[in-house]
């Protein structure tokens, strides 16, 4: 059975950082495509990026882009999310999530879903 546990999220001010990690069990990170998403009040859940399986090719949505790094560590079979720049549209809950095969950016693709982490920037 797969888990994956997020942390790391918080309250931090805008232009400031914060970096999530997604700890997983039950499957390999490094054979699995992972995404990040997020879901604010009232929005639906979308793609914010993802890491290919073995090679790490990554992927960013438009409004994260230069602004969040994904990167795993497949010793600790766990994933981060590192957010610098953030800005209070930043705000949302957070959730890792893993399929099999490759990156993309629907979520109902996803087979495997974390509890999420609350990320609030002020301004």
């Known amino acids: 059975q797969v888990q994956l546990v997020e942390s790391g999220g918080g309250l931090v001010q805008a232009g400031g950082s914060l970096r999530l990690s997604c700890a997983a069990s039950?499957?390999?990170?490094?054979?699995?495509?992972m995404g990040w998403f997020r879901q604010a009040p009232g929005k639906e859940r979308e793609f914010v990026g993802g890491i290919s399986p073995r090679f790490g090719s990554t992927y960013y949505a438009d409004s994260v882009k230069g602004r969040f790094t994904i990167s795993r560590d497949n010793a600790k079979n766990t994933v981060y999310l590192q957010m610098n720049s953030l800005k209070p549209e930043d705000t949302a809950i957070y959730y890792c999530?893993?399929?099999?095969?490759?990156?993309?950016?629907?979520?109902?693709?996803?087979?495997?879903w974390g509890q999420g982490t609350q990320v609030t920037v002020s301004s």
């Open positions: 039950g499957r390999t990170i490094s054979i699995s495509a």
């Open positions: 999530a893993l399929k099999p095969g490759m990156v993309v950016t629907g979520a109902p693709d996803y087979d495997s």
